[in-house]
């Protein structure tokens, strides 16, 4: 057995100073003893010549300065990965919780992974069809991408979450090699409960590995979830050949988790007291997203995080739009208007869509309808809040018909039930429909030839 | 060779590192942290402890690990091999590191920068006897088909040089030439020199900024242009289009050499520029544009320090080539996230935050680097010059934040993106009422001279129309457009030819993507023809639908897919058509 050390200089909240140590290392995780023989796991999160600031997982309290022995384990976090994981449930730092027993390994790796070299990446280019219209019409979703779902306190995006689990395409090619990592920071247990049973009623969770962090675990715990997570992922992904899509939730609650663990560390803050690392902290989550030379795996990340107060400007989900390729955006008032998925098309985006996409991909028109529709939509905002300041029977007739397309476009395009899935073609086929209501030189941004193949006027000719 | 320096590591805070016993070291210089050789570089000097920020990620260092000082501030290497290459924020070449440690970036990895096994065929244009100094060419090597590297006397050595070789294939470690100085000490010139990145190359003079950056994008050139040797800042939320924007600027423009730094941003956009620039042709040399383009890749997962090195390194191999007398241009993406690693760094250091919790000397570093930019007499009497052009990612889309204001401070040419453009998916989404270009009275001779004489007016003319269709705009928002008179009518409906007509562009059309100065101002000639005429028949009578119906207004929107960039008389017959309807019409009324 290695070296231990009793006693402590100082404890701190989730912080503990240990004096004297030799021969630690930065990041090492050590394997603290209390007296009552329980063990605990924390991490050296600084140190000086005299000292070292220890981070303990599971919480200091129960500890004392004299009751406690610490051992170095002379390496940073670790995970056991193996295929067997599959199936498996997991606590919020990759211990199994299912009464099962232990995974057996067949390689240890380092949680926090290493970058991946943009010249080893591939650039993502197959669409995921997910059966969900608003998605793969206006922000196709690519294997390989990273597409958040911003959402906010009471909208369905566990659904909408479970409902692409369940339909996406990505599943039927072969079963085979396609798995799905789960990773929940901060959760109510009837969320990750909702998750479990979704899994098993669509016959998936032989092929789920779900990590836990429950809204009661210990905060520190949050911070190593995800990364379990996508360790497990990458390994999957890029070693065994899978297309594995990740999803994690809520990256509020992980963020939130980041701002604790930096106050108590006594760090400067910058925006609404996160750290100044935020952006990069996150960044080191997201982009282990992806497809890289060698492998025919890929990594898809959808993580979900709640915006405070309905906030898109609110610093975790303003810098996550930053890094990831996209955003899925939940809007309130189509959720009270019970449009499900009330997903809100205008501020939602999928930048890898335009590589993956059109002829070759889904079909040759899909660019410019998509870019028409959402032209058109943009216009109803606009008509919208004309008419709410005049009255819509005042408006004119073309500004009529631009309310009228946007009523069409909510319900029979954005709408649809929680156990539909729609074909591409389907989808292009109502986003085709409903512009039909529209007269064709409204339709600026569609190509001659494909207007002339598949616009068709409601209204005669115009 | 600077003596080497040794120390030990006596506390560790994220990349933030102290060493004792190594008062010797001076601020600056490159440093190797630890057993593993992790690159870090010496920011503070305090309480006899050097402070030193590491390059790569410090999991895993311990104290007391030795630290080794090469007396050496953080340089580059400059020299042949650069071009059509992919580096890190340290300029550590990204292919060499793959074949090196696979698909992941490893910690302390030791590679060559520039390929030292290659020979290049060198023409060597000194010889024994003649006198030199710093910025002098002694050799020339073609570095692409298209650039020419010219070996040139580092700046501050100058003399006699006592020995030359002849023309012939060499290495880039081989002397080409050796020169004595004037206190009889002798440098070896080789393909190759280092260059400290925080300090700017010199160069003789600064030279008046005359002449613009094409780029092919109509908003830029006919609208908010810039110019060669000028600054630009591109702000804008998450997806506004900055990256799409700079991308297309990339691309298109017409400078010689493009040197692209992704700080901080997604590592796909990396892998999408290097796919799609491997692919392109230049529409000039019709090479792939990789041979002209060099990128910096610090991707938003790699290591924070690096972050903040890359910008430098950049500009650092941009003004080298400038030197050469070359016009380069320099795309940061984004400067808000080197801002970010400043403001980190800053943070583990303990010192004083400024507003939003930026250092305050924010401001002092952004302006260091945007005046890196320049047209230039260099010291060997070419003229070069520097463009920067940086992206802003603005915290919560909102412009007042610091990193915005003060990069306004700073640059001349401002494309502010707009979040309800990009929504409509009108791109690029460059806001023309809140954006601005300083340039424009610099560069309004270069366009009377070579596009035409009426182009500063009919811009002025375009631009009026939008600025009063904004005034109509709070209008229409209260009470609707069809209560306004026909003339109002018809000036919302050229502005609308004027907003999707030209203004707007389609980077993924092959007409559209990239737009020569000719036609631009020939579409904008047509769309001042099409305001003129119709207003004159609206002035007799005719009634705005009856216009309408006549499809002419969607006929010169689409003019920008329908006519090919070399078809310049078919905007003759366009006119020509716009002159008959107008005419046709009016003869209906009387």
Same mark, same amino acid.
């Given at each position: 057995?290695?070296?231990?050390?009793?006693?402590?200089?100082?404890?701190?909240?989730?912080?503990?100073?240990?004096?004297?140590?030799?021969?630690?290392?930065?990041?090492?995780?050590?394997?603290?003893?209390?007296?009552?023989?329980?063990?605990?796991?924390?991490?050296?999160?600084?140190?000086?010549?005299?000292?070292?600031?220890?981070?303990?997982?599971?919480?200091?309290?129960?500890?004392?300065?004299?009751?406690?022995?610490?051992?170095?384990?002379?390496?940073?976090?670790?995970?056991?990965?193996?295929?067997?994981?599959?199936?498996?449930?997991?606590?919020?730092?990759?211990?199994?919780?299912?009464?099962?027993?232990?995974?057996? !390994?067949?390689?240890?790796?380092?949680?926090?992974?290493?970058?991946?070299?943009?010249?080893?990446?591939?650039?993502?280019?197959?669409?995921?069809?997910?059966?969900?219209?608003?998605?793969?019409?206006?922000?196709?979703?690519?294997?390989?991408?990273?597409?958040?779902?911003?959402?906010?306190?009471?909208?369905?995006?566990?659904?909408?979450?479970?409902?692409?689990?369940?339909?996406?395409?990505?599943?039927?090619?072969?079963?085979?090699?396609?798995?799905?990592?789960?990773?929940?920071?901060?959760?109510?247990?009837?969320?990750?409960?909702?998750?479990?049973?979704?899994?098993?009623?669509?016959?998936?969770?032989?092929?789920?590995?779900?990590?836990?962090?429950?809204?009661?675990? !210990?905060?520190?715990?949050?911070?190593?979830?995800?990364?379990?997570?996508?360790?497990?992922?990458?390994?999957?992904?890029?070693?065994?050949?899978?297309?594995?899509?990740?999803?994690?939730?809520?990256?509020?609650?992980?963020?939130?988790?980041?701002?604790?663990?930096?106050?108590?560390?006594?760090?400067?803050?910058?925006?609404?007291?996160? !750290?100044?690392?935020?952006?990069?902290?996150?960044?080191?989550?997201?982009?282990?997203?992806?497809?890289?030379?060698?492998?025919?795996?890929?990594?898809?990340?959808?993580?979900?995080?709640?915006?405070?107060?309905?906030?898109?400007?609110?610093?975790?989900?303003?810098?996550?739009?930053?890094?990831?390729?996209?955003?899925?955006?939940?809007?309130?008032?189509?959720?009270?208007?019970?449009?499900?998925?009330?997903?809100?098309?205008?501020?939602?985006?999928?930048?890898?869509?335009?590589?993956?996409?059109?002829?070759?991909?889904?079909?040759?028109?899909?660019?410019?309808?998509?870019?028409?529709?959402?032209?058109?939509?943009?216009?109803?905002?606009?008509?919208?809040?004309?008419?709410?300041?005049?009255?819509?029977?005042?408006?004119?007739?073309?500004?009529?018909?631009?309310?009228?397309?946007?009523?069409?476009?909510?319900?029979?395009?954005?709408?649809?039930?929680?156990?539909?899935?729609?074909?591409?073609?389907?989808?292009?086929?109502?986003?085709?429909?409903?512009?039909?209501?529209?007269?064709?030189?409204?339709?600026?941004?569609?190509?001659?030839?494909?207007?002339?193949?598949?616009?068709?006027?409601?209204?005669?000719?115009? | 060779?600077?003596? =080497?320096?040794?120390?030990?590591?006596?506390?560790?805070?994220?990349?933030?590192?102290?060493?004792?016993?190594?008062?010797?070291?001076?601020?600056?210089?490159?440093?190797?942290?630890? =057993?593993?050789?992790?690159?870090?570089?010496?920011?503070?000097?305090?309480?006899?402890?050097?402070?030193?920020?590491?390059?790569?990620?410090?999991?895993?260092?311990?104290?007391?690990?030795?630290?080794?000082?090469?007396?050496?501030?953080?340089?580059?290497?400059?020299?042949?091999?650069? #071009?059509?290459?992919?580096?890190?924020?340290?300029?550590?070449?990204?292919?060499?590191?793959?074949?090196?440690?696979?698909?992941?970036?490893?910690?302390?990895?030791?590679?060559?920068?520039?390929?030292?096994?290659?020979?290049?065929?060198?023409?060597?244009?000194?010889?024994?006897?003649?006198?030199?100094?710093?910025?002098?060419?002694?050799?020339?090597?073609?570095?692409?088909?298209?650039?020419?590297?010219?070996?040139?006397?580092?700046?501050?050595?100058?003399?006699?040089?006592?020995?030359?070789?002849?023309?012939?294939?060499?290495?880039?470690?081989?002397?080409?030439?050796?020169?004595?100085?004037?206190?009889?000490?002798?440098?070896?010139?080789?393909?190759?020199?280092?260059?400290?990145?925080?300090?700017?190359?010199?160069?003789?003079?600064?030279?008046?900024?005359?002449?613009?950056?094409?780029?092919?994008?109509?908003?830029?050139?006919?609208? +908010?242009?810039?110019? *060669?040797?000028?600054?630009?800042?591109?702000?804008?939320?998450?997806?506004?289009? *900055?990256?799409?924007?700079?991308?297309?600027?990339?691309?298109?423009?017409?400078?010689?050499?493009?040197?692209?730094?992704? &700080?901080?941003?997604?590592?796909?956009?990396?892998?999408?520029?290097?796919?799609?620039?491997?692919?392109?042709?230049?529409?000039?040399?019709?090479?792939?544009?990789?041979?002209?383009?060099?990128?910096?890749?610090?991707?938003?997962?790699?290591?924070?320090?690096?972050?903040?090195?890359?910008?430098?390194?950049?500009?650092?191999?941009?003004?080298?080539?400038?030197?050469?007398?070359?016009?380069?241009?320099?795309?940061?993406?984004?400067?808000?996230?080197?801002?970010?690693? +400043?403001?980190?760094?800053?943070?583990?250091?303990?010192?004083?935050?400024?507003?939003?919790?930026?250092?305050?000397?924010?401001?002092?570093?952004?302006?260091?680097?945007?005046?890196? /930019?320049?047209?230039?007499?260099?010291?060997?009497?070419?003229?070069?010059?520097?463009?920067?052009?940086?992206?802003?990612?603005?915290?919560?889309?909102?412009?007042?934040?610091?990193?915005?204001?003060?990069?306004?401070?700073?640059?001349?040419?401002?494309?502010?993106?707009?979040?309800?453009?990009?929504?409509?998916?009108?791109?690029?989404?460059?806001?023309?009422?809140?954006?601005?270009?300083?340039?424009?009275?610099?560069?309004?001779?270069?366009?009377?001279?070579?596009?035409?004489?009426?182009?500063?007016?009919?811009?002025? =003319?375009?631009?009026?129309?939008?600025?009063?269709?904004?005034?109509?705009?709070?209008?229409?928002?209260?009470?609707?457009?069809?209560?306004?008179?026909?003339?109002?009518?018809?000036?919302?409906?050229?502005?609308?030819?004027?907003?999707?007509?030209?203004?707007?562009?389609?980077?993924?059309?092959?007409?559209?993507?990239?737009?020569?100065?000719?036609?631009?101002?020939?579409?904008?000639?047509?769309?001042?023809?099409?305001?003129?005429?119709?207003?004159? /028949?609206?002035?007799?009578?005719?009634?705005?639908?009856?216009?309408?119906?006549?499809?002419?207004?969607?006929?010169?929107?689409?003019?920008?897919?329908?006519?090919?960039?070399?078809?310049?008389?078919?905007?003759?017959?366009? =006119?020509?058509?716009?002159?008959? #309807? &107008?005419?046709?019409?009016?003869?209906?009324?009387?």
């Amino acid at each position: 057995m290695a070296i231990e050390y009793l006693g402590l200089k100082q404890i701190d909240g989730p912080l503990m100073v240990l004096e004297g140590a030799k021969d630690l290392s930065y990041e090492e995780m050590v394997e603290v003893t209390l007296s009552n023989g329980e063990k605990r796991r924390g991490r050296v999160v600084k140190m000086d010549e005299n000292a070292a600031v220890i981070q303990v997982f599971e919480g200091t309290s129960g500890m004392s300065l004299t009751n406690t022995r610490t051992a170095p384990q002379g390496k940073p976090m670790e995970i056991g990965v193996s295929r067997e994981i599959l199936g498996r449930t997991l606590n919020g730092i990759g211990r199994p919780i299912d009464g099962l027993g232990d995974v057996y !390994p067949e390689k240890m790796v380092d949680v926090n992974g290493l970058p991946i070299n943009p010249v080893a990446r591939q650039y993502p280019k197959n669409y995921i069809q997910t059966g969900i219209s608003a998605i793969d019409g206006m922000m196709t979703l690519i294997r390989g991408q990273k597409l958040p779902i911003f959402s906010g306190d009471g909208m369905p995006h566990d659904a909408l979450a479970a409902q692409i689990v369940r339909q996406a395409k990505i599943a039927d090619e072969e079963n085979s090699d396609f798995a799905i990592v789960f990773g929940a920071m901060g959760v109510k247990h009837d969320v990750a409960d909702f998750f479990k049973r979704s899994f098993q009623e669509s016959g998936v969770s032989e092929r789920v590995v779900m990590f836990l962090n429950l809204a009661n675990d !210990p905060v520190v715990e949050r911070f190593i979830t995800p990364r379990c997570a996508l360790s497990v992922a990458e390994y999957l992904a890029f070693e065994h050949n899978m297309n594995i899509l990740v999803i994690l939730t809520d990256m509020t609650a992980y963020a939130e988790a980041l701002r604790e663990i930096s106050s108590s560390n006594g760090e400067i803050p910058s925006r609404k007291g996160f !750290p100044g690392y935020l952006y990069s902290d996150l960044a080191s989550l997201f982009e282990r997203a992806g497809i890289v030379d060698g492998s025919t795996g890929s990594v898809t990340q959808i993580p979900i995080l709640s915006m405070p107060n309905d906030d898109i400007t609110h610093p975790i989900p303003d810098l996550t739009g930053y890094i990831t390729e996209g955003q899925i955006v939940l809007d309130r008032e189509l959720n009270l208007t019970s449009i499900y998925p009330p997903i809100g098309v205008l501020p939602s985006l999928s930048r890898l869509m335009k590589d993956g996409i059109g002829k070759g991909y889904t079909r040759e028109d899909h660019p410019d309808l998509a870019n028409q529709l959402f032209a058109s939509y943009a216009k109803v905002s606009e008509v919208k809040a004309l008419a709410s300041v005049i009255g819509e029977d005042e408006l004119s007739e073309l500004d009529q018909l631009y309310m009228e397309f946007g009523r069409e476009f909510e319900s029979k395009f954005i709408n649809q039930a929680k156990n539909e899935s729609r074909s591409i073609e389907k989808t292009l086929e109502i986003g085709w429909n409903v512009l039909g209501i529209l007269p064709k030189e409204e339709l600026d941004r569609v190509d001659n030839d494909i207007l002339e193949r598949y616009y068709k006027p409601r209204r005669g000719e115009q | 060779m600077a003596e =080497k320096i040794h120390g030990k590591i006596c506390a560790i805070s994220g990349p933030v590192i102290e060493v004792v016993g190594s008062d010797r070291m001076q601020m600056q210089d490159m440093v190797m942290v630890g =057993k593993e050789q992790l690159v870090g570089e010496v920011i503070a000097l305090r309480n006899e402890r050097t402070v030193v920020q590491v390059y790569e990620s410090t999991t895993g260092l311990k104290t007391g690990e030795e630290v080794v000082s090469s007396g050496t501030p953080m340089s580059v290497v400059l020299g042949p091999g650069l #071009i059509g290459n992919i580096f890190d924020g340290i300029e550590r070449p990204l292919r060499v590191i793959k074949d090196k440690t696979g698909n992941f970036i490893g910690r302390g990895t030791q590679v060559e920068i520039l390929d030292s096994k290659r020979k290049w065929d060198t023409h060597i244009l000194v010889q024994a006897g003649s006198l030199v100094s710093g910025g002098d060419i002694v050799a020339e090597i073609q570095e692409t088909p298209f650039i020419v590297n010219k070996v040139m006397v580092p700046p501050g050595i100058s003399g006699t040089v006592e020995h030359a070789v002849s023309d012939g294939s060499y290495q880039n470690s081989d002397v080409l030439s050796v020169i004595r100085d004037e206190h009889g000490k002798t440098h070896d010139i080789t393909m190759c020199q280092s260059w400290p990145i925080r300090t700017g190359r010199p160069y003789h003079k600064r030279l008046t900024i005359d002449r613009p950056l094409i780029t092919g994008q109509r908003i830029i050139d006919s609208v +908010l242009p810039i110019a *060669k040797g000028g600054a630009a800042a591109i702000p804008g939320g998450f997806g506004t289009g *900055k990256t799409m924007t700079q991308h297309q600027l990339a691309k298109w423009c017409d400078a010689d050499l493009i040197v692209y730094i992704g &700080c901080g941003e997604r590592g796909n956009e990396m892998t999408q520029v290097l796919d799609d620039f491997s692919k392109l042709i230049d529409p000039r040399t019709k090479r792939p544009l990789m041979d002209r383009t060099i990128l910096i890749a610090n991707t938003s997962n790699m290591p924070v320090a690096a972050r903040e090195a890359s910008i430098y390194t950049g500009i650092s191999i941009a003004e080298y080539y400038r030197d050469m007398g070359y016009h380069v241009a320099i795309m940061a993406d984004s400067t808000s996230r080197w801002a970010e690693a +400043l403001r980190e760094i800053s943070g583990r250091l303990e010192e004083m935050p400024a507003e939003e919790g930026f250092p305050a000397y924010l401001s002092s570093r952004l302006s260091a680097f945007y005046e890196r /930019a320049g047209y230039v007499e260099n010291l060997n009497g070419s003229e070069g010059s520097v463009t920067i052009i940086g992206a802003v990612s603005p915290q919560g889309s909102d412009f007042s934040e610091p990193v915005t204001q003060n990069t306004k401070r700073f640059v001349r040419c401002f494309w502010a993106l707009d979040k309800s453009l990009a929504y409509a998916r009108h791109y690029p989404a460059i806001n023309w009422l809140q954006s601005y270009s300083d340039y424009l009275d610099d560069l309004a001779p270069w366009y009377s001279k070579n596009v035409s004489r009426g182009f500063i007016r009919a811009r002025a =003319k375009l631009m009026n129309i939008l600025q009063v269709e904004s005034k109509l705009n709070d209008i229409v928002k209260l009470i609707g457009s069809d209560v306004l008179p026909d003339e109002q009518k018809l000036t919302l409906d050229v502005a609308k030819v004027i907003r999707q007509g030209f203004l707007q562009q389609n980077a993924f059309h092959e007409n559209d993507t990239y737009v020569p100065m000719r036609k631009q101002y020939q579409m904008m000639d047509v769309i001042l023809h099409l305001a003129d005429r119709t207003r004159e /028949a609206v002035s007799k009578g005719v009634v705005c639908s009856a216009l309408r119906a006549t499809g002419i207004f969607e006929k010169v929107i689409r003019m920008k897919y329908d006519i090919g960039n070399e078809e310049t008389d078919a905007f003759d017959r366009l =006119k020509e058509e716009i002159d008959t #309807i &107008c005419s046709d019409l009016t003869a209906k009324i009387s």
